[in-house]
């Protein structure tokens, strides 16, 4: 088995099946590097910096991602690696923060530990994630109206995540977490949910307007 199908397996292993005690481990981390990163003001520079090293460097490079992760290299070395690669490149606290990880032995899990650090600090800013699937596209203003309703339920503002699914029934679907938005507060979104079914109706008289003038 080639490093490339190690490494696309440990990030599939990071992504669907995370392991409970590399959570756990990452929401310490996560904690550590927040306190820091808004002590000195640079929160958000900070995070957005962590999660553009994994789109840019782990992503496009597997067997760096599995050099830094191997048990068999020394912190020493990569420590030097780290230096030679990201020394200059990144925020001075970026390249302290995978130094610490380096030295304890947590690189292996720093896939998970980035993904911890945007929850943390989403968590810190009274934000929550909310996924939001709908048989047709929200209009800028139902989603507004949306998002209004759900931070009014929820008392945190909703960071939604919209998908479309036009076969979905009932219009609407709403998850916050593995919880599944239902009857208990179908009064409140009732008038959302209307809006994307007579958009639904809509645009299928509109086809079918189409058709028959094509005739």
Known sequence: MTADTHAEDARFAAEFSPDVTAERIAAVYAEAFLDVAQAA???ESLVLELEEMVREVLDPWPDFESLLASSIISHEEKSQILRRVFGGRVN???LDFLLVLSRRGRLDCLRVIVR??????IRRRNEIRVRVRTAVALKAEVALELER???SLLGRR????QRVEPDLLGGIVIEVGNTV???SVAVQLERVRKQIIDRSAHEIQSRRDRFRYSE
């Open 149 to 151: 309703t759900l931070e």
């Open 181 to 183: 938005f239902d009857a």
């Open 116 to 121: 911890a650090v945007r929850e943390e600090w």
């Open 158 to 161: 909703p960071i939604m995540e």
């Open 41 to 43: 003001g640079e929160a």
């Open 92 to 94: 001075p606290r970026v």
